[in-house]
C-alpha cells in the first residue's frame, strides 16, 4: 500500500517522517567502508500539507502539486528533552510532492540535492526505502558517476 497516496487524497494536514540517510561505500586500503548514517532525531520530522494550485503566467498555465514540507524543529520543547542522540545538520529541507502530470508516484526530496520515489513494504506496513544519486554540477562528459545513497523511512499522522 502506497501510504503517501493516501494521506494525499485525505488532505492530512501533518505527517511525522522518520528518515535514515546512508551515503555509499569508500573505497579504503582494505576495500569497502561504510560511512556513517544519517538520521533524523525521534520522534522525526514533521512536514505540513500544502494543496495544489495552477499558477497563470502570461498564456501559459502551471499545475504545481500538493505537497508536504518539513517543518524546522524548535530549539527547545519535549523533543529536546526525549531525544537520545544529537540532531544530524544533514536534513536541512524535506519536501513530499503528490504525484502528478510531471511524476506518476510521489516524490520525495532531500536538501535539494536527493530525490526519489518511495517503495513502500508489501506487507502494507507505513515503512518505505528509496535510492538516490545526489546532484552534482559534474559536466555530462565527466568519466566519475555518483554512487547511489540508500534511503530508509517511516510516515505516521
Known amino acids: 500500500m502506497n501510504w503517501l ?13 522518520s528518515l535514515w540517510a546512508y551515503p555509499p561505500l569508500a573505497l579504503g586500503p582494505d576495500g569497502p567502508v561504510a560511512r ?5 532525531p525521534y520522534p522525526g520530522a514533521q512536514l505540513v500539507f500544502t494543496p495544489g494550485e ?31 542522540e544529537p540532531a544530524s545538520p544533514f536534513f536541512r529541507e524535506i519536501t513530499i510532492f503528490a504525484p502528478s502530470c510531471l511524476n506518476r508516484d510521489g516524490l520525495v526530496t532531500v536538501n535539494g540535492a536527493f530525490s526519489f520515489v518511495p517503495i513502500f513494504s508489501s506487507d502494507g506496513a507505513p515503512g518505505f526505502l528509496g535510492t538516490s544519486t545526489a546532484y552534482t554540477e559534474l559536466p555530462a562528459s565527466s568519466p566519475q558517476m555518483g554512487l547511489p545513497w540508500l534511503f530508509q523511512g517511516y510516515v505516521s499522522i
Open 5 to 17: 497516496a493516501e494521506y494525499f487524497v485525505q488532505q492530512t494536514k501533518s505527517l511525522t517522517l
Open 54 to 84: 495552477v499558477i497563470k503566467r502570461g498564456d501559459l498555465c502551471y499545475e504545481l502539486p500538493a505537497r508536504y514540507d518539513m517543518v524546522k524543529p524548535s530549539t527547545t520543547g519535549l523533543s529536546e528533552i526525549v531525544r537520545s
Open 36 to 40: 556513517a548514517a544519517h538520521c533524523l
